[in-house]
């Protein structure tokens, strides 16, 4: 069996934040892959993949890395089996395995037709070497002791890291009307009864390429998500701050954490307070959630013998936006496991829509390109029975020929586009203005002659 190596550092007075100590630690690994996430007071990052698995956007074909080998095969059972089988036979359970899962996996698992991207639809991995940071204690564990000593060096001399705030001129409105255009073919889908509830996205692409973390770095300051993350894997990138969890599993307690109404969080406090309480009160957004609950409930229910709403409601500031958040949770039925629970509650009700096979075939017909990993899901997995699903919004995302924004709103009978559209603006305004473009970097690194 395989040593575990561990180092333990405390950090003194003067240290960089973690943010900070997160972002040098990515610049020193971004020809590797990575993945790096934040919960609570905790940083979670995986540096370099010991071990990986890649299903590729049309779910045909498998990839499995293990220390640099290649092999490759058909895929011949669901794309969960197959996730299983890779961590049955090359995970311990000791450290974590970090992953992410496109907006597709829903379609293909559930057997609807859809537009393949570029972006796997399920890819796991396992690092070579993982760095805990939680108050001031900071945890390597990896099994290359050389490795080890030397994440740890860096780690003690580790400075400030100042990032350029460049910014590529990004213009987030809908000049040609084409997503007021699809907010109106929507409502009339729903008048005729195709569903009750869908939300119609709007993707912005961006001219130049970015620096993911020195846009971590800019963006967490400005944002307060539920989840972070930035990730490189498998030639894609992307960095979020996640207002939401698709689900999580913890000690047999499986939870999904429904967002659903939405207004800015930007101007003084007596106009932030205004917007809040036009939220709680304006009847469609209560309307949007309530149905969202509902449904929550009823997912819970095929996984559960019973399903609470812990949390109804209450208003959830996310960076530049606030919105009405609800805790629908159960106990997890033993016959089940994490990826039973996947299955069932991805995409979020929040993400797709009501019914949510409905709903995704409408986005299939309603946008112009797939949505890859947006509205998708960043993974931790901590044991056989633990898991989070970060909902993937808020996010930029970087593939080899291009990278973007995206966002999406609403859409009820009740809808009005305007309204609709604006909602995209202010969740947009959550990771545009914070993306710093790589050749600003280039450019500060030439100049202080590094």
Avoid at 20 to 41: I, P, S
Wanted: a negative charge; one cysteine or more.
């Amino acid at each position: 069996m395989t040593r575990i190596i561990e180092a333990s550092i405390t950090l003194v007075a003067g240290h960089p934040e973690r943010v900070n100590l997160v972002t040098t630690l990515l610049k020193n690994h971004q020809g590797h892959d990575y993945y790096a996430y934040e919960r609570g007071d905790c940083w979670y990052v995986g540096l370099g993949a010991s071990k990986s698995l890649v299903i590729d956007s049309r779910g045909q074909s498998a990839t499995i890395i293990v220390d640099h080998e290649e092999r490759a095969h058909p895929v011949k059972t669901s794309l969960s089996d197959v996730a299983r089988d890779f961590l049955d036979q090359h995970w311990n359970q000791v450290g974590r395995v970090f992953g992410q899962v496109g907006f597709n996996y829903a379609a293909h698992t559930r057997g609807y037709s859809y537009s393949p991207g570029s972006w796997p639809l399920l890819a796991l991995m396992i690092p070579r070497n993982e760095v805990i940071l939680r108050g001031d204690q900071v945890q390597v564990i990896g099994y290359d002791s050389n490795e080890v000593l030397d994440l740890t060096a860096s780690i003690k001399e580790a400075s400030h890291v100042r990032v350029p705030r460049h910014i590529p001129a990004i213009g987030t409105a809908d000049l040609s009307g084409e997503y007021t255009s699809r907010v109106q073919r929507a409502q009339a889908e729903i008048t005729n009864g195709q569903y009750l509830k869908v939300i119609p996205s709007r993707a912005v692409d961006i001219p130049e390429r970015v620096d993911m973390p020195g846009t971590l770095l800019q963006g967490r300051q400005s944002n307060s998500p539920s989840r972070t993350f930035c990730l490189n894997h498998a030639g894609y990138q992307a960095t979020g701050f996640s207002p939401e969890l698709v689900m999580s599993l913890d000690k047999g307690v499986v939870k999904t954490e429904p967002l659903a109404g939405t207004r800015s969080c930007k101007g003084t406090k007596a106009e932030v307070a205004k917007l809040r309480q036009e939220l709680e009160t304006d009847s469609k957004e209560i309307v949007e959630h309530v149905i969202s609950v509902k449904e929550a409930i009823r997912e819970i229910g095929q996984l559960c013998d019973r399903a609470t709403v812990d949390d109804f409601m209450s208003v959830r500031e996310r960076g530049s936006v606030q919105h009405l958040g609800s805790c629908v949770a159960g106990h997890l039925a033993p016959e089940k496991d994490m990826w039973d629970a996947l299955n069932v509650l991805f995409p979020s009700i929040t993400a797709s829509g009501i019914p949510k096979q409905a709903a995704i075939e409408a986005i299939e017909r309603l946008e112009s390109r797939p949505r890859e990993l947006y509205s998708g899901a960043v993974l931790m997995l901590e044991g056989s029975d633990s898991m989070e699903a970060a909902l993937v919004l808020r996010t930029v995302f970087q593939g080899p020929d291009q990278q973007w924004i995206q966002a999406g709103a609403g859409v009820i009978a009740e809808s009005k586009a305007a309204r609709e559209l604006e909602e995209t603006c202010e969740k947009l305004a959550s990771i545009a203005p914070y993306i710093v473009s790589e050749s600003a970097v280039e450019e500060k690194d030439r100049r202080e002659g590094v």
